[in-house]
């Protein structure tokens, strides 16, 4: 196995994080790099929202100060020759939407950036910021990094997908509460083991309000051992981390790398009864469940992309397809090109799909009322009043979403163009 990329040494900068007081907070992630003198090529890691904490009633101001933070922290990562990683707030202007943001800075500027995939309701983060959806391992000249902020460490394919990316170290970045402080420890140790990887996170301490912050921020290698961790007070503390315990950890058997396609997506296309049996047992770990529905008669860009987003609206996607018959019955003699169980096969196949159901009747409304989704997608050019379920699932407390569809693609228009190239020729 050849000699992997890693930081020289790996630690933490734990302390009590000042609620909107970044000037205080930044003079003291300072003043902690002044005291520790990490060696060149170091990793540091620093609490979620390590600035400013859950500031929500000035979302907008602390925002607007983010650029100025990261200046600040390229500053002190090209002093100390090192890298900084911790989130902050991050206001996308063109959505007007906020994320909760962990940028890893190096000497030379910002290597990359990683939004909270997975957001925490009881702390309102659901509330104020939106959600990320595209987590990437961040590439540094140490090699590449996996990140996580906080409830994303809960979620092991997180950790997992980015670590097939080649990541060799997972950086976690936390506010995590005091009374599931055992929790914190176990759950980093599994990601570690799990994904033969050294782990270095950083908690907050100290209190907010009436909520108490664990601490414990920990250094962890491939092999779950823990080579530092903190107490509840502030501390900051570094250690070298050995390469060769990544190759010890992976030298006999491999996990990390290692996921066989094992689905067999046929058997997304269900009858009705077995639907709701399924979605019976979907309810009961909370599931949210998106619906949609359409004819599908040639897959293209549009569909997959709108397939993509409506998935996006839940914790799970069921597609409702229309038969053959009631294809005639809407579009005439003519359609569908291709036959109802091939339409379906290929739309198993998405990984946004999570189950197909055939229905006949030639509106989906029978199907809806029958499984009751959370949320009822549609495209962005039916108003609300005309779409088809939509006043059944708001009445029982779910949400009806419009989502725009992707210009110049449509079934029919390909199937004009097919016909115009063929009469050309």
Request: contains cysteine; charged residues 20%; hydrophobic residues 40%.
């Amino acid at each position: 196995m050849s000699p992997q990329p890693l930081p020289s040494q790996a630690g933490f900068i734990q302390f009590d994080v000042e609620l909107g007081a970044w000037q205080e907070n930044l003079a003291t992630v300072r003043r902690c790099l002044n005291d520790l003198h990490p060696a060149p090529k170091s990793l540091l890691v620093l609490p979620e929202l390590w600035a400013t904490g859950f500031a929500y009633d000035k979302l907008t101001e602390l925002a607007g100060i983010r650029h100025e933070l990261l200046t600040a922290l390229q500053q002190e990562a090209s002093r100390h020759q090192s890298i900084l990683a911790g989130s902050l707030i991050e206001h996308d202007r063109q959505t007007d939407l906020f994320f909760n943001t962990l940028s890893v800075v190096g000497p030379s500027g910002i290597c990359g950036s990683y939004r909270k995939q997975q957001l925490f309701a009881p702390m309102d983060e659901t509330h104020y910021f939106q959600a990320g959806n595209n987590p990437q391992a961040v590439i540094t000249e140490l090699g590449p990094m996996a990140c996580l902020i906080c409830f994303d460490l809960r979620f092991p394919d997180l950790a997992q997908r980015q670590v097939g990316q080649g990541a060799n170290l997972i950086v976690v970045s936390a506010q995590w509460p005091e009374p599931r402080r055992h929790h914190w420890r176990t759950l980093l140790q599994a990601r570690a083991i799990e994904n033969q990887a050294f782990v270095v996170a950083a908690n907050r301490c100290g209190t907010t309000a009436d909520t108490s912050f664990a601490g414990a921020s920990t250094v962890i290698d491939p092999n779950g051992r823990i080579l530092l961790e903190a107490g509840d007070t502030p501390q900051s503390s570094l250690t070298t981390l050995d390469h060769t315990l990544l190759a010890e950890a992976r030298g006999i058997f491999r996990t990390c790398g290692i996921s066989p396609y094992r689905q067999h997506d046929e058997q997304k296309i269900v009858s009705l009864d077995t639907l709701k049996n399924k979605l019976a047992a979907m309810a009961t770990v909370g599931k949210r469940v998106v619906f949609t529905n359409g004819c599908f008669d040639i897959l293209h860009q549009g569909h997959v992309t709108y397939l993509e987003e409506a998935r996006r609206q839940g914790d799970a996607l069921i597609v409702g397809m229309n038969s053959d018959a009631s294809i005639r019955a809407i579009k005439g003699p003519e359609r569908p090109i291709n036959q109802e169980l091939s339409r379906a096969r290929v739309l198993a196949a998405l990984g946004c799909v999570d189950y197909v159901v055939i229905f006949g009747e030639e509106t989906p409304l029978k199907l809806i009322t029958e499984i009751k989704p959370n949320v009822l997608v549609k495209g962005a050019d039916w108003p609300l009043e005309k779409i088809v379920g939509g006043a059944e699932v708001l009445a029982a407390g779910g949400q009806v979403i419009n989502i725009p569809m992707v210009a110049d693609f449509s079934t029919t228009g390909l199937i004009r163009a097919i016909k115009d190239k063929a009469n050309r020729e």
